[in-house]
């Protein structure tokens, strides 16, 4: 069964036989012709296919033809150049290939996201959402080209785990045991020793731990998968299931670290750009005007580089009135992200207060800092955040203790200092946050294929 | 911090000055001179660097440099075409970065796969982790390369989810509930109301239902992600956690479907041949020798398709003794794929048995058989499977009652058919399945960084 798809029609732009299949997404019918714009997914543009009781023989069956319905055209390719569509399809066969009854939700007309939401299963049938999930997914492949390119590894850490850098009361508890049945020890609790793996397992937050002793044999490496926070909070930034890319670089501080992270974004956006021309058009002037320019200006900026001290320094000196008062002891909200992004454009903040960060990031000599970096971009904030690793066993052990971070569940992770260890560093980057800057889609249930949050678990 | 790659250094095969930083493998040292072997995780080759008291400053320390320390050497490139390497470092200058002491495991001998298994955060410092694991890396991204360049959406579909195709009792459960505290209904079971997503939640083993309401927006997409499946069974073809690849094409066939697994399983092969020589030449010399014949083998040969009726009637008449008799109603054993493989080569078998498989496959005009298809190829057996799926909804529905499926949980799953259906096709490829038999390791656990199965989930 040939198939001809329409993306590629429209990049030919070669007059010859073609066969679509596709789904209708409008007809417009007159008594001695009629239109149907047909919709095959390779692309956001529609096809006009124009058909007559001349050339076919089910006019009055077509002329019919309802959004939604599924379709088998065959016709000529006609270029009309003088027209607003570089060509169409003038039908000499059209077949019903699957029916559409007229309680279809996706009409042809401009649907709110909440509306959309309720019909996750049906939404990638809008151009929306058309445009926003083949961009996730030529940014994925993106990343993973641009690792690949440069000689990284990608590694798959598991997602089931017993041992978690962020913490076990981040994570979700998996079992096998019947929660109507579980099985007790003699000191009343549950004995998960009868469970599958034989004690208490959890879904991961981070494949970090894992990655980095992966760095120890690879020197570069990168995860790229799903990751769960058990996060109860509604609200457009916040998912409970979303896709992170965690890069870790064996003998690379934080300013390598730091060149890395530039290369990648810029890399991506210039792929999705290069790649997605209509998708892009198509954000830019339904979901964020101005889009196409913010992300042409960001691949040609030079990011800046600032001290956290510093970063503090000039929002107190700024004379602007804080909701959050900014303190060189704390984290940076989000009104100082809007100024420093707009006085810099996208700014690496680094040395943040140890304190407010995690242990396993590399103590500073003033005893005060670390060795980390929040990625802050024009429009969006924070896109990622890294560190270089306290690569000294006594200092990390220390830190473990001050943290109270459990140093048996993790005995191995210290491996990776106490076996040819080095000076590494990586970073996180949420999958969707990308996204969301990628599109100029504002919440994050919008960007994710079956969005996963507090009390939603459809599908 | 200006880092040569070895294996950038061994393909420029440039005489030029040099840095790398990596691991010491081995170390040979003589009053006058020391060779050291190191290696940075950029290819299974050591560089060979030579140092004597005359070019460094430190040569006592340096002679005593023990394997798994990590180092930075400078120095130049020496082309030795008459040597068994074709160049070596000369070093000017070496420091160590990170001690090594002499307890560490990965000493350079052959370990047995048992022992390296208790040390998965270690073992990708040997010569055949680095080759499998760079093989697994490479053969993700040809995947990815394949489906994108030919239009393809790359779809994430959930992990957690309320259904799944596979029937929940082979699904991980997830809770943040305290399982020492389980709130109770007034039924007395537990009241999952109270959970974070308000109703008992699972971890999928399959992303095919979601993805089919993709194919009905975009043609054709495919799910490449991490999947969960509770089985206790500890041999050398199961993990609980692996991943799996499922692309799903509308307006295609079972034909059309067997194309595309041909043209995918050649493309990957070819892929990796071509941007992993070394790592093959390894494979092929110490885990299974013919290896890269098999391979070669296979990308020329013209997959043959044979229906499960025609399969059956040529193992009831091949005059073998069989442990498992070959049926006309029953599942094909290892030792018939071993015999069909070997008369084939390479060969999908078609049109199976209803009963045995999946309530979404598509009945056959018989009443009997399914249009299912399993490939299978010398020297592994099932490599994909797939099917045309039911689009007919009056008879789909009516197989979900036989087959014992509930309709609630999968209302959504039934709008594919109702708004636009249409004939459609899709498959499964275990990813771990695949680089097995790109790397002929017998086992698993050996393909996985950190492998998973019943009583084992460290790291």
Known sequence: MRRDRIKKLLQDKVEKEAVIYGWVRTNRSQSQFGFLNINDGSTVTNLQVVYDPEHIKNFEEVSKFRTGMSVEIKGNVVLTPEMKQPLELHATEINLLGDCPEDYPIQPKRHTPEFLRQYAHL??????????????????????????????????????????????????????????????????KVDFSRDLFGKQAFITGSGQLQVETFAMGFSDVYTFGPTFRTENSNNKTHANEFWMIEPEMAFCDLNGLMDTEEELVKYVIKYVLERCPDEIDFCDQFIEK??????TKLITSDFKRITHHDAVDLLLNSGKKWEFMPSYDADIQHEHEIFLTSKFGPVFVTDWPRDIKAWYMKDNPDGKTVAAVDLLVPGSGELMGGSQREENMEVLQKKMEEFHVDKETVAWYLDTRKYGGNIHSGFGLGFERLIMYLTGVDNIRDVIPFPRTPKNCEY
């Open 123 to 188: 939404r990638c049938r809008t151009n929306k959402f058309n445009a926003v999930f083949r961009i996730r997914s030529v940014a994925a492949l993106a990343i993973h080209e641009y690792f690949q390119s440069n000689g990284f590894v990608y590694v798959h850490t598991p997602l089931v785990t017993c041992a978690d850098c962020e913490g076990s009361n981040q994570m979700f508890k998996i079992t096998t045991l019947d929660f109507n049945d579980l099985p007790k020890g003699e000191d009343g």
């Open 290 to 295: 101005g889009l196409k320019d913010r992300l």
